[in-house]
């Protein structure tokens, strides 16, 4: 009797170590965010001057969603990936005057990824505080919001020897900032434990202005016809291109049954100072010795489709199909949802605005609705006390199929599914789908200032806080 169940609990034991064995290990996750770029500077989309070998190799290698969404600048895209919900129901309504602050009150990614075991890393840009806390009084820090290690600036790296924020100590650096940013996070990730995964997010700010880079990279522009600041900018997107060769290179030579998924995106259209920099005039359209722009109208802080559609492009060994695209209406705001799955995580807030996409990933039916609709906006009202009658300046609605727009107060309807410059108004051929979509902005504007936090704090303080020449927003 007692051989018999000594034979039972070792095969139980068995059975559960098999079991143990055979439970997916949860993957490491590496998410890449440049500044001010966007599909046209890359050449997996056409561009003929831009040099991104690296980049356009690892869209070879993935999965790329080619109808991704972001906010139209810095600060607000930030703000939704890391609470998966628009940036003004966060408070994030600029880029400066304390309208960047994250609203202190509510969760974040990095904290979502550690309650599923995950170490976290950040290295970069932050641009969600310009204050050292929120209006609730907590802490707006990365390092105290749920990353182990934030090495990181408010806004923009020096470009060279840049000095960063090491949770909280002021470190020196040498070397550009991009080099320094992708070595700082190699170098983390092979401090980390082997037993656990790992969720890195390395946010450059180039090659957002100021505008410089080593030379040879500008060298690689000589004779382009480009501007000379053209040509830098191309150099800056050419330098974080070769970083991203370096860190797939070390990924290539780490040994570990965890895989790691290496995510690129951007964080709103391309730029110079602003969408005129890159060679957009006001209503969008690029002009005579413009930077190559994909097909798209529109550059950052504008409300065409070439300010928020951006590359995402996602690599997972053995997952994801190589060369592969999904059109899915997909956003910033899918980020959180998706990492929580990744990574176990029930999620209860009934406030979140995105939507998973591992299933679109495991190429199995996607969770987005096929009536989904996306609400972008400018933003960037010069000061808080303009907030109610800015509702429609700068403001888009997109479905699958149209984006609405309003433009010097006129309503334009695009179906840009079938007209991907957005050339062609058919607003008089669709009226009920502009009625249907204007309804939905106001409904959704009459909600979303409710978190406009940080405006309605100015607004009932009176202190408002305006822009100036020396706040000017980038």
Same mark, same amino acid.
């Given at each position: 009797?007692?051989?018999?169940?000594?034979?039972?609990?070792?095969?139980?034991?068995?059975?559960?170590?098999?079991?143990?064995?055979?439970?997916?290990?949860?993957?490491?996750?590496?998410?890449?965010?440049?500044?001010?770029?966007?599909?046209?500077?890359?050449?997996?989309?056409?561009?003929?001057?831009?040099?991104?070998?690296?980049?356009?190799?690892?869209? #070879?290698?993935?999965?790329?969603?080619?109808?991704?969404?972001?906010?139209?600048?810095?600060?607000?895209?930030?703000?939704?990936?890391?609470?998966?919900?628009?940036?003004?129901?966060?408070?994030?309504?600029?880029?400066?005057?304390?309208?960047?602050?994250?609203?202190?009150?509510?969760?974040?990614?990095?904290?979502?990824?550690?309650?599923?075991?995950?170490?976290?890393?950040?290295?970069?840009?932050?641009?969600?505080?310009?204050?050292?806390?929120?209006?609730?009084?907590?802490?707006?820090?990365?390092?105290?919001?749920?990353?182990?290690?934030?090495?990181?600036?408010?806004?923009?790296?020096?470009?060279?020897?840049?000095?960063?924020?090491?949770?909280?100590?002021?470190?020196?650096?040498?070397?550009?900032?991009?080099?320094?940013?992708? #070595?700082?996070?190699?170098?983390?990730?092979?401090?980390?434990?082997?037993?656990?995964?790992?969720?890195?997010?390395?946010?450059?700010?180039?090659?957002?202005?100021?505008?410089?880079?080593?030379?040879?990279?500008?060298?690689?522009?000589?004779?382009?016809?480009?501007?000379?600041?053209?040509?830098?900018?191309?150099?800056?997107?050419?330098?974080?291109?070769?970083?991203?060769?370096?860190?797939?290179?070390?990924?290539?030579?780490?040994?570990?049954?965890?895989?790691?998924?290496?995510?690129?995106?951007?964080?709103?259209?391309?730029?110079?100072?602003?969408?005129?920099?890159?060679?957009?005039?006001?209503?969008?359209?690029?002009?005579?010795?413009?930077?190559?722009?994909?097909?798209?109208?529109?550059?950052?802080?504008?409300?065409?489709?070439?300010?928020?559609?951006?590359?995402?492009?996602?690599?997972?060994?053995?997952?994801?199909?190589?060369?592969?695209?999904?059109?899915?209406?997909?956003?910033?705001?899918?980020?959180?949802?998706?990492?929580?799955?990744?990574?176990?995580?029930?999620?209860?807030?009934?406030?979140?605005?995105?939507?998973?996409?591992?299933?679109?990933?495991?190429?199995?039916?996607?969770?987005?609705?096929?009536?989904?609709?996306?609400?972008?906006?400018?933003?960037?009202?010069?000061?808080?006390?303009?907030?109610?009658?800015?509702?429609?300046?700068?403001?888009?609605?997109?479905?699958?199929?149209?984006?609405?727009?309003?433009?010097?107060?006129?309503?334009?309807?695009?179906?840009?599914?079938?007209?991907?410059?957005?050339?062609?108004?058919?607003?008089?051929?669709?009226?009920?789908?502009?009625?249907?979509?204007?309804?939905?902005?106001?409904?959704?504007?009459?909600?979303?200032?409710?978190?406009?936090?940080?405006?309605?704090?100015?607004?009932?303080?009176?202190?408002?806080?305006?822009?100036?020449?020396?706040?000017?927003?980038?």
């Amino acid at each position: 009797m007692r051989i018999t169940i000594t034979i039972i609990t070792l095969l139980m034991g068995l059975a559960g170590a098999f079991a143990a064995e055979e439970k997916p290990l949860k993957p490491n996750i590496i998410l890449v965010l440049t500044d001010d770029n966007a599909w046209g500077e890359l050449g997996q989309s056409g561009n003929k001057l831009i040099k991104t070998p690296n980049i356009d190799r690892l869209a #070879e290698q993935s999965l790329r969603f080619t109808n991704y969404h972001v906010a139209p600048s810095c600060s607000p895209s930030r703000a939704e990936l890391m609470s998966g919900k628009h940036e003004f129901f966060v408070g994030v309504t600029h880029t400066i005057l304390g309208r960047e602050n994250l609203r202190d009150d509510i969760e974040i990614l990095p904290q979502i990824m550690k309650r599923g075991g995950y170490q976290t890393g950040m290295f970069g840009k932050w641009h969600l505080a310009s204050e050292k806390t929120g209006l609730t009084g907590k802490s707006l820090a990365p390092y105290d919001r749920g990353f182990d290690t934030a090495i990181y600036t408010y806004n923009q790296l020096g470009r060279f020897d840049p000095k960063l924020n090491h949770n909280g100590e002021i470190k020196q650096h040498k070397g550009y900032c991009a080099d320094v940013l992708f #070595e700082q996070g190699m170098k983390w990730m092979e401090s980390c434990d082997k037993d656990k995964p790992y969720f890195m997010y390395l946010a450059t700010s180039i090659p957002h202005v100021p505008l410089a880079a080593p030379q040879r990279f500008i060298d690689l522009y000589a004779g382009s016809g480009l501007t000379k600041n053209q040509q830098v900018y191309y150099a800056m997107v050419s330098a974080a291109d070769e970083n991203v060769g370096k860190l797939m290179a070390w990924l290539g030579r780490q040994k570990s049954k965890r895989e790691t998924i290496l995510i690129f995106m951007t964080d709103n259209g391309h730029a110079i100072a602003g969408a005129p920099g890159a060679g957009h005039d006001h209503d969008g359209f690029l002009k005579e010795g413009g930077l190559f722009n994909a097909g798209f109208r529109g550059g950052k802080g504008q409300q065409w489709r070439g300010s928020t559609c951006v590359p995402f492009i996602l690599r997972w060994p053995g997952v994801t199909k190589p060369n592969s695209t999904d059109n899915t209406l997909t956003s910033a705001l899918d980020i959180l949802p998706t990492f929580a799955e990744i990574a176990g995580v029930k999620l209860s807030d009934p406030e979140l605005q995105g939507y998973s996409l591992l299933p679109n990933v495991l190429g199995k039916s996607t969770k987005v609705p096929s009536d989904r609709m996306l609400f972008t906006h400018v933003g960037r009202w010069e000061s808080s006390d303009l907030m109610e009658q800015s509702q429609f300046k700068g403001a888009s609605v997109l479905t699958s199929r149209y984006r609405l727009t309003w433009e010097k107060g006129v309503r334009k309807l695009y179906a840009y599914a079938d007209d991907r410059g957005e050339l062609t108004d058919v607003a008089a051929q669709h009226p009920e789908v502009v009625e249907e979509l204007t309804k939905a902005q106001d409904k959704w504007w009459q909600e979303a200032k409710k978190g406009m936090v940080n405006d309605l704090e100015q607004i009932r303080t009176g202190k408002i806080r305006r822009q100036g020449k020396d706040n000017g927003a980038d």
